[in-house]
């Protein structure tokens, strides 16, 4: 740690350094200096993203567009230079960075009220209409075909037939679940394929704690967490918030009864989502967003099934059927869905 800090010249002497916050992926620790100064170190977790190179490509450009257009040090995330005016440092295979650490800010795992939620709903919003003139196309595909959900299906079908595990028997009405909407799992990506949707910078990690809010207000204040920014749709951000923040219960809950699609918070994440980005997408991206909230759900369950199938190895599990029931609460959610559709609809609408 002391040989990455030694590569920075930062504002006062490092009196601390400790690990910080509640993120899965990364290491992340906070620096304090003599000045005094905060500053956010982080080891990029190079096993889930083995192109660091890439991701920190990405990172740089994106910072860079957004930093141009927001002068409020809260309001965009920036990253540190070395002493060489380089913007991470490699350390044998490890590679680490330093942001400006937001001050005043929260950044909340739950929503403490339905607001909380509008608000990450703007910043995702406004993180969309702020990168609309940039050239999606160029930025690096860090986990390449993410959200193919033709492709995702692709590899459900092949875990059945393979059935590592031997529980394919055990979930016969899960598999026919999802093959029976195999046939819509393309509708977005041929829609983009025969250019009737644009290819948008995506953050592809839209949950709430990936936002920082005020810590006295909860106004939004900006979008962290960039290591999966890809070319993607807009459609695929929105929608997956709306299913993993617009549920009752958890993503592994058992009871099903309790795994609903509150509209309340659906409507909320969609007032504040396009208060920010409505002028920016176009119609036809307006009338696709409740399909990204379908597919994103169906995508996603389906990979916890393939994963159920395949004896659990992406997905980390704290129970033998985690995964499984992961997968129902996500078929819940999708039928809870295609039951609100209209309603889905009318809301975009306004
Ligand atoms: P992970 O990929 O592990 O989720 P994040 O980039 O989301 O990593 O960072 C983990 C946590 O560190 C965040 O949830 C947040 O609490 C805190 N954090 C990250 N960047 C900043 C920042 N620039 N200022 C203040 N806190 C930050
Ligand atoms: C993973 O790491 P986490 O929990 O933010 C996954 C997402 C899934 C999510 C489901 C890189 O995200 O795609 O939607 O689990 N991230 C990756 O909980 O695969
Ligand atoms: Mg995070």
């Known amino acids: 740690m002391n040989e990455v800090l030694k590569a920075y010249d930062l504002e006062g002497r490092p009196i601390s350094c400790t690990r910080y916050g509640s993120g899965h992926i990364n290491e992340t620790w906070l620096v304090v200096t003599s000045r005094p100064h905060l500053y956010i170190l982080q080891k990029i977790n190079s096993f889930v993203f083995p192109d660091t190179e890439g991701l920190m490509q990405n990172v740089i450009r994106v910072t ?100 590592k595990a031997g529980r394919a028997a055990s979930c016969r009405e899960e598999i026919a679940f999802y093959l029976e909407r195999e046939q819509s799992a393309g509708v977005l990506t041929d829609m983009l394929r025969k250019g009737e949707l644009p290819l948008r910078v995506t953050l592809n990690d839209t949950k709430l704690n990936n936002v920082m809010l005020d810590e006295e207000t909860h106004e939004a204040l900006c979008v962290i967490d960039l290591d999966t920014v890809m070319p993607g749709l807009a459609a695929n951000d929105f929608g997956d918030s709306i299913r993993y923040g617009a549920s009752t219960a958890a993503e592994d809950e058992k009871d099903l009864d309790k795994v609903r699609l509150s509209m309340p918070l659906y409507e909320a994440f969609t007032g504040g989502f396009l208060a920010a980005c409505g002028g920016s997408l176009t119609p036809r991206e307006l009338a696709t967003l409740p399909e990204g909230a379908r597919l994103m759900t169906l995508e996603c369950g389906a990979r916890f099934l393939t994963d159920y199938l395949q004896g659990d190895v992406y997905f980390r599990v704290a129970r033998p059927e985690h995964n499984l029931d992961r997968t129902r609460t996500q078929m819940k959610l999708v039928r809870e869905m295609e039951d609100h559709w209209q309603e889905m609809h009318r809301i975009i609408r306004g």
């Open 64 to 163: 860079r567009h957004l930093r141009e257009k927001e002068p409020d040090p809260r309001r965009a995330l920036q990253l540190v230079p070395c002493r060489d005016g380089r913007l991470y440092v490699r350390l044998g295979d490890e590679t680490w960075r330093i942001y400006e650490f937001i001050t005043g800010s929260v950044c909340l795992d739950q929503a403490e009220t339905m607001e909380d939620f509008r608000q990450s709903g703007y910043a995702f919003g406004h993180f969309q209409e702020q990168l609309a003139d940039f050239p999606a196309e160029e930025l690096v595909e860090v986990i390449p075909g993410f959200h193919d959900t033709p492709r995702r299906y692709q590899a459900l079908r092949r875990a059945v037939e393979e059935d």
